[in-house]
Each structure stands twice: as structure tokens, then as C-alpha cells.
């Protein structure tokens, strides 16, 4: 038997559901739905957003009311216009097979005529934000008197905006009988007070242990010098070629800023804050969702409420001020079962926030390292083969054309072709990169190793040897012995001599002592492989503070998104010279991330 009926909620609610892929009853729901079915009780819900709480109240409304009665018998109250507008759709979802369900969006920023209309005609169930209700309540639009349900939904987010006093007297209109329920991600005092002063012996509800967030999350944070902020944002965004990510600022201007410098930098990137029109707002949000943008900037307040499924990053530009607000950020991903990452960007001073964030959490941040420049072209080179790999074909268009390409390739081998595609990005990331410095600041975590007195740095590498990078690799048809050969041959040095070798696709690294990186250069100077000129960089470092920075910074696959590309957005593309290809970005060299004005503005 479907698990839905089980709980005791009716067929036509239950093929409803089915249709939008709700199998199985999230733990809220499977908790909530018979508690909340009896109709007889208060109820407290500790729980995020994402994890099936809109469900977890409207089934039970939906089997409780009498919808052949045209008056208000629910009330939803909701910190947001975003939130109202997802709820009301939702219900209106779950309730498209049965008859006669009437229910009402109430929110500020939109036409009050229409909304108070839609309320004469006749409505069940309402859900509002509390400034509206109260406005339309005042005019004495609406009538409470039957009210058997009144749903507090982020009741900490409506507290933390400041609705008290309206929530107040909006419940005065509504009878003293009625059950109320509410829901909330955390249980700050004031979430205390008011579920005392509106209920009775509630039946109280945690998902998880109090205060601890969603645990699909992980989280993850960098430290970097103030000055190196934002090149070391972007640093992290190219590593995560597929990221569709919320950034977090502290002020509409930061949030401003930092969304303008995006879009110049050639990421597709827009600003969400108060100062914004409805409008713009909605338009903004509009974009986000289809996934024409990639990432999100927005303040705490503009991004209350946001519902959008599948955020693979909340990324804290900024750190809030309240801890409370961290739980509110990162519980924009990682929803619907999903798994997400929340990352933090702090220079040295705030780690003591970090730690007081983890202790309120209850849970450890892993420090990462800012990846070196090779990482990050090594992940967007393998995320273009991989996109190449899937790509779907247009086998009746590309059908003309294709003999004139096979003819333009009839000579070449199949590896060939390969490299030569994969070159035509890899060449433009390796220049972009070429000379990304290591944007890690050092912290005293970081320098354990060196207290300790032995010889190696933080990057694992001993100390006294610096790490080289060559631009020849296994598509080259080298092994880890013959470029071994081929280095000693070329740069006249004893095989004894060099340390590690890593050989990678179309480049490598290798390690020599410090006092031999010369002699190698020099080797080196004119070399060529195959009428290809050969390069050796010192890796990672273009300053030479800290010889062998590339950095060995934790891989860690998990949390990203894998499925699914994002869409071609056309318009935007062209404004902001964005590239064409979806999650990738325009790195002919036009742009440095080292440039040095981009950096100190933030
Ligand atoms: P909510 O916490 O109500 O905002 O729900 C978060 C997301 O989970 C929404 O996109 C819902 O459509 C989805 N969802 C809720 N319940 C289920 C379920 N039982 N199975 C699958 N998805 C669900």
C-alpha cells in the first residue's frame, strides 16, 4: 500500500503527490501527518526548510477542513512573499484532484485589489505574510471567526524581521479554540515565548538534535588574506565548474559589488537584495531558478524563504553576524534529501567564529586549502571532456556538415583529434592560470608541520625541494620513467637527483632539489618535443615566497552536483561575455584573476 494512504491521507491527495514524485513520506511528514490528522492538538516542529515540512502541515489541512464551505478555516502565516507563493502552489498541487479548494496568496509588493477579490469570491485556506494580513485585516476585508488552523511556518525568520507585534494581532482576530503549529529551523527564546503564549501542552516535534542543521550538509571553510577575498572566491567557484551557488554578503552594497565584478569577470551571476523592486526581484529569481544564473548573491534578508531545490554551494562571502543566520544560509542547500556544501571564506581572525559556529552546529568544519591554479584547470579540463562525453547531438542538423569534417580529419588519428579538442580549452585555462599565486594565508593550523621541526611545508613536499611543472603528460605518451629519462637527458641532471613525478593527462610535475631548479631551466631553455615548445614552471607560485606552493588541498568529490548541465542563457551571455559553453567560463586571457585593481576593491 502507497505509505501515504498508510499515514491516512486520501487517494486523490495521494495520485497528486505521486505526480510530483513524492514516494515515500519525508521523516517530518511520516512523524507529523497522524499527529497532526487528529486535528485535536497543538503542535512544534523543529525543522529546516527542505525537508518536506510544507507537506508535513498542508496534507493534514487539506483532509481537515470542510471545503464545502466557502470561509477562512486556515491560516498560513510565512516570513516571505517568496515562501507565501511556494506554499499556496504547493497546496494548490497536492489539491488539484479534489473539488472546490479555494486558496489565497496574501503578500506585500503586489496588488491588493486582486488579492482582496480572490477573498470575496470565497477561500478556505490563506496564507500570507504577516505586514499584508494585517493591512487587509484592518480593512476589515477578511473575517477569522471560523479559523480552526493557524500554521506559524519560520516562525524564528518572522521573529527575527521583526512580525511579533503583527503576529500578534492577527491571531487576536482568529478563536481562542483554534489549533495553532508552528514550525521553525531554530529555537531561539523568542520562539519559546511565543509557542508558550499560543498553545497548550503542544505535541513538540525536533528532526535531528536541536540546532544541529541539516546533516546531508557539509561544511567547509578557507582562510585568505582580506585582499586576496575575492580572487580567491572565484579561485574556488572554478574549481566547481557545475556549482549552482547562493553567495552570501552582509551588505546590499558588498552584495552589489561583488555581483557587478562577477558579471564583468564573465560568470553568470546577478545581485538579490532589499533595494531591489518586486519586480526586479522576481525577475532576478525567475532567472535564478531556470538556471540561466549560476550564482546568487544576496543578502540575508532578500534571500529569506528562498525555495529552490538542487543548490549545490551556500558560499559565506561574508560571515554573519548571528549564528542563528548561518544555520538560515546553509539550509539553502543540501534540501530534499540532497547533499550540499556550505563554504566560508574568513580571513585569520574570524576562525574563533568558526569555532563558535561548529560548537552551536555541533559540528566539525574541515579546513580546505584554495586550490593551486593546475587544480582548477585540471577539473575544468576534465569537466569539458566529461560534458563532451555527454553532449547531446543533433544528428539531423550537424548530418550536412559532417562529411566536409571528416575530410578535414581523414588524416588525423582518433588520439589525435582528441588532444586537439581538448587542447583548444586546456590551452586558454593553462594560460589563465599560469601564474595564479597560492592564495592560502598562512593560519597556525597550517604551520603545525613546521613546529614540529621536520623538513617538509605545509604542501607535504619536503622543504628543501621545489616542484616543477612540465607541459608534457601521458596523452604524450609519457610514463612516469620515461619523463624521468627524458628530464635527466634534457636538463643534464642524475636521475637520483629528482624527487616525485606526477604525470597527468596533458602536463606533469616533477620535484627537484632547489639548488638544481636553474641548471633545469636552462636545460630546458629551446626545448622541444614533437615541434612543440616545451615549458617548465616553477608550480603553483609565480612569486617564489614559497617554493612548491601548488597546493595538495583536499580532493573531496562529494556534494557536487553531478547531473545535469545548466542551460545556455542567451541575452546575459552576450552582456557579459560570458563563454558558451554551459558552466564554463571565458578564459581566453582577456581577464587575469590577478589583477591587481579587481583585488583590492574587495
Ligand atoms: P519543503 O521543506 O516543504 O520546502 O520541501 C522541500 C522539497 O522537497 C520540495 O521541493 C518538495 O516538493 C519536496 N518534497 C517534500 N516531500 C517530499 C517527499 N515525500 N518525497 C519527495 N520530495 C518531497
Known amino acids: 500500500m ?51 515540512k510544507t507537506a508535513a502541515f498542508g496534507l493534514p489541512l487539506l483532509e481537515l477542513l470542510d471545503f464545502e464551505e466557502n470561509h477562512p478555516q486556515a491560516l498560513i502565516l510565512c516570513p516571505t512573499r517568496e515562501l507565501c507563493l511556494q506554499i499556496t502552489n504547493d497546496l494548490k498541487n497536492y489539491a488539484k484532484n479534489m ?69 500578534d494581532s492577527i491571531l487576536s482576530t482568529t478563536p481562542d479554540e483554534k489549533k495553532t503549529w508552528l514550525f521553525s529551523a531554530t529555537m531561539p527564546s523568542e520562539v519559546r515565548r511565543i509557542a508558550k503564549k499560543y498553545m497548550e501542552n503542544p505535541f513538540e516535534l525536533t528532526m535531528g538534535t536541536k540546532n544541529t542543521g541539516n546533516e546531508n550538509i557539509e561544511h567547509e571553510y578557507y582562510v585568505v588574506r582580506a585582499r586576496d577575498k575575492y580572487a580567491a572566491f572565484k579561485r ?120 563558535q559556529i561548529e560548537k552551536t552546529l555541533g559540528k566539525r568544519f574541515v579546513k580546505m586549502e584554495i ?25 539531423q542538423q550537424i548530418e550536412q556538415y559532417l562529411p566536409r569534417i571528416m575530410d578535414e580529419f581523414k588524416e588525423l588519428s582518433k588520439e589525435e583529434i582528441i588532444k586537439r579538442f581538448a587542447s583548444l580549452e586546456f590551452n586558454s585555462f593553462l594560460e589563465y592560470y599560469k601564474n595564479a599565486p597560492d592564495l592560502n594565508a598562512p593560519v597556525d593550523e597550517s604551520r603545525r608541520s613546521d ?35 627524458y628530464i635527466c637527458n634534457t636538463a643534464k641532471i642524475s636521475g637520483k637527483t629528482v624527487g616525485k613525478i606526477d604525470v597527468k593527462g596533458v602536463y606533469s610535475f616533477f620535484e627537484v632539489p632547489n639548488d638544481d631548479v636553474a641548471k633545469v631551466q636552462t636545460g630546458f631553455k629551446g626545448a622541444d618535443f614533437q615541434g612543440r615548445d616545451v615549458r617548465i614552471e616553477i608550480s603553483g607560485d609565480s612569486s617564489n615566497e614559497s617554493r612548491g606552493g601548488a597546493s595538495n588541498y583536499k580532493r573531496r568529490e562529494g556534494g557536487e552536483r553531478r547531473e545535469g548541465g545548466f542551460r545556455r542563457e542567451g541575452g546575459n551571455r552576450e552582456r557579459s561575455g560570458a563563454p558558451a559553453g554551459g558552466g564554463f567560463r571565458d578564459f581566453s586571457g582577456k581577464r587575469r584573476e590577478d589583477r591587481g585593481e579587481r583585488r583590492r576593491r574587495f
Open 2 to 52: 502507497n505509505p501515504f494512504i498508510q499515514l491516512g491521507i486520501r487517494h486523490d491527495i495521494v495520485n497528486a503527490i505521486t505526480e510530483l514524485g513524492f514516494e515515500n513520506p519525508t521523516p517530518i511528514q511520516e512523524q507529523s501527518i497522524p499527529v497532526l490528522l487528529t486535528g485535536s492538538n497543538d503542535f512544534v516542529g523543529l525543522a529546516q526548510t527542505g525537508t518536506g
Open 451 to 485: 613546529s614540529t621541526g621536520d623538513r617538509f611545508n605545509r604542501t607535504g613536499m619536503r622543504s628543501d625541494f621545489t616542484r616543477l611543472f612540465i607541459n608534457l603528460g601521458s596523452v604524450d605518451g609519457f610514463s612516469r620513467g620515461d619523463l624521468l629519462g
Open 236 to 355: 574556488i567557484v572554478d574549481f566547481n565548474p557545475e556549482i549552482f551557488g547562493i553567495v552570501f554578503c552582509r551588505t546590499k552594497i558588498e552584495t552589489q559589488e561583488i555581483a557587478e565584478a562577477l558579471i564583468k569577470d564573465g560568470y553568470n551571476a546577478d545581485s538579490l537584495h532589499g533595494d531591489l523592486s518586486q519586480q526586479q526581484r522576481d525577475k532576478v529569481m525567475k532567472r535564478y531558478r531556470e538556471r540561466s544564473l549560476q550564482l546568487l548573491i544576496a543578502t540575508d534578508v532578500a534571500a529569506r524563504g528562498i525555495d529552490v531545490n538542487d543548490v549545490t554551494h551556500v558560499i559565506n562571502y561574508s560571515l554573519p553576524d548571528e549564528i542563528e543566520n548561518y544555520t538560515h544560509r546553509s539550509g539553502r542547500t543540501a534540501r530534499a534529501g540532497k547533499t550540499g556544501v556550505s563554504i566560508s571564506i574568513i580571513n585569520g581572525k574570524e576562525l574563533g567564529k568558526i569555532r
Open 371 to 395: 586550490p593551486g591554479g593546475f587544480d582548477v584547470v585540471e577539473k575544468q579540463l576534465f569537466a569539458l571532456i566529461h560534458k563532451v562525453h555527454n553532449v547531446e547531438v543533433n544528428e
Open 99 to 167: 473539488r472546490n479548494v479555494h486558496v489565497v496568496a496574501v503578500y506585500g509588493g503586489a496588488s491588493i485589489s486582486d488579492q482582496l477579490h480572490q477573498i470575496r469570491r470565497g477561500v478556505q485556506i490563506v496564507v500570507a505574510t504577516p505586514g499584508r494580513m494585517l493591512d487587509i485585516i484592518n480593512r476589515k476585508a477578511i473575517n477569522f471567526s471560523n479559523v480552526k488552523y493557524v500554521v506559524l511556518d519560520e516562525a524564528d525568520e518572522m521573529l527575527n524581521m521583526g512580525f511579533q507585534e503583527d503576529i
